[in-house]
């Protein structure tokens, strides 16, 4: 079974500048969910998807940062415009039902904002 | 008070002993416990979940759960060398109904 896959797997941008992270989930799965892990820190849970509905998104910076699932598989990221407090990793999971239970990991796209 | 801390470690712990991780938090009505390990460089990787007040054993590690203190605990027996990581602990906010992860403890197995 193939995991979730991420790319780019590492990306350096300037401040300002536009960027988006791409997330295909394990096939099946109807809950994805998008994490930033800033270094040192654990995820931090940026919103989750059940199939191509919103479930939660209380904690995405909705001035710079947006998400869609279309058709409920493959999800986007995008953030516009970065600052330097966006640099982390940005992990995307998925899960096979609503709870939280055995959430699988992506390997996640280090961002560096200069 | 943070939602869900975890000593940030490290943690030096001899091979072949017991390492035992610590994990408070502090919504008193949350239901659901997970520990993940994370290697450095790598995503998280589920290796405990637990429910019930008590001990949950699978291989060499234990979680171990009290609500009434609002602490879980992940046991790893018989430490190895591999075992070097650092181990998140999360929690299911009943609240908010949303998933919280601690900033993490650093792990280390010496030979």
């Known amino acids: 079974e193939a995991g979730v896959a991420q790319s780019p797997r590492y990306k350096i941008i300037e401040k300002r500048q536009s960027v988006a992270f791409w997330c295909n989930p394990i096939?099946?799965?109807?809950?994805l969910y998008w994490y930033q892990q800033i270094l040192g820190q654990g995820p931090k849970l940026l919103i989750q998807?059940?199939?191509?509905?919103?479930?939660?998104d209380s904690q995405l910076p909705k001035d710079r940062f947006s998400a869609e699932r279309l058709k409920g598989v493959d999800s986007t990221l995008k953030i516009q415009p970065a600052k330097l407090e966006d640099s982390a990793v940005y992990l995307c999971?998925?899960?096979?039902?609503?709870?939280?239970?055995?959430?699988?990991f992506g390997p996640g796209t280090r961002l560096t904002v200069l | 008070q943070k939602e869900v801390e975890q000593n940030s470690g490290p943690l030096s712990v001899p091979e072949g002993a017991i390492a035992s991780l610590n994990c408070t938090y502090s919504?008193?009505?949350?239901?659901?416990f997970f520990w993940y390990r994370q290697y450095s460089g790598k995503s998280p990787e589920l290796i405990m979940s637990?429910?019930?007040?008590g001990d949950k054993e699978d291989g060499r590690f234990t979680a171990q759960l009290n609500k009434a203190s609002q602490y879980v605990s992940l046991l790893i027996r018989d430490s190895q060398p591999s075992d070097s990581a650092t181990y998140l602990c999360?929690?299911?906010?009943?609240?908010?109904?949303?998933?919280?992860f601690g900033s993490g403890t650093r792990l280390s197995i010496r030979p």
């Open positions: 999360a929690v299911i906010y009943s609240s908010a109904s949303k998933i919280i």
């Open positions: 998807f059940q199939n191509n509905g919103v479930v939660d």
């Open positions: 637990i429910y019930s007040n």
């Open positions: 096939s099946g799965h109807a809950t």
């Open positions: 919504d008193r009505g949350s239901q659901s």
């Open positions: 999971a998925s899960s096979p039902s609503t709870t939280y239970n055995e959430q699988f």
